[in-house]
């Protein structure tokens, strides 16, 4: 009897535990289920937000192509206008070119009285700044349209205009290089970097307005770009991206076509064209009355400053445009600390200076 409850007893227990395993079994089931119907809830809700998303993105994209099909058909009407602008920016240079002409005889130094030299200059600079056609911008930082405020100081690529560096600049650069002609600085104008030009042009024309045939304009540039960085050589060059710009490479055919245009292409205009570490030490260069450094980089500028400061008269003048960037300014204050130069440098438009050699 004792061994068939014992038997009872055992059965009995193995029953418990079978059905504690089950109840468990059954709980763990559970809590699976409900974690799969968790997961399966967040996977319709992502996959909610993602057609959501798909929808919004297929109507951003909807706009997008709207918006450049607006975009390119406007381009088509800017170049359409720029055609038409061309002609009219053709006639004015004839225009300047013949006012040029018509100075003759007459070698007055301008006085700033309404004469026909000041007229020619301010008109000349006028057209060389796109200010007559308000010609608008190519810079990647600035609008296409025309934007005086930016025109005035040269924070931007022109489209058609001959010079980017602005009217206050070129107002500094007529305001030096007649003050060296008054003053009978003796030497020769130079722009290391000019682009299309403009610069050099206009210093050419103050010549011309001055019946100054004896001075030289010297149009120093690669005229094929600026050149890629040489980090081991010059360290405050690194990063610099200048050489990828398309715009800043315009050829010397290109530039002496400006020239022509305005009247202004003789013997008296001398291209000097390489890297500057090249071509400036063995310039045909005897005495500078300006120099005009638009280098933009920290080789170019102390490449230039290097073959040709010592060649700058006393009294002449050295012009930095692009000091406002950190390669150029760093270069001019090393060669300044290195060749003990003190004189003071005044600011023209926050982005350029200018100073004095001593007499």
Sequence with gaps: MRRYYATLTQLDSERIGALRALEKHQIEANTRESLLREEASRLVAERNALREERGALTERLAAKAAFEDQFNHLLVKLDNVSAQTLGVGARQEEAVARLGR???????APGGDGSAADLYLDLLEASLTGLLIEDGSQA???????????RAIGRDWPEQAITMIGTARMRNLRMLTTQALEEGVPGDFIETGVWRGGACIYAKGIFKAYGAKDRKVFV???FRGLPEPDASRNPADTGDTHHTYAQLAVSREV???NFRRYGLL???????EGWFKDTLPVAPIDRLAVLRLDG????STMD???????K??????????DYVLEPCARAIHDFREQQGIEAPMHPVDGAAVWWRVPV
Excluded: N
């Design 266 to 272: 003789d013997e008296q205009v001398v291209f000097l």
């Design 140 to 150: 990647p930082w600035t609008e296409r349209k025309f934007d005086p405020s930016l």
């Design 255 to 257: 530039v002496a076509g």
């Design 220 to 222: 120093a540039d690669s």
């Design 312 to 321: 700058v008269s006393p009294g002449g003048f050295v012009i930095v445009d």
């Design 296 to 299: 933009d980089m920290y080789e």
């Design 304 to 310: 230039a400053l290097h073959a040709l400061y010592h």
């Design 102 to 108: 018509q100075l003759g005889g007459d070698r007055a």
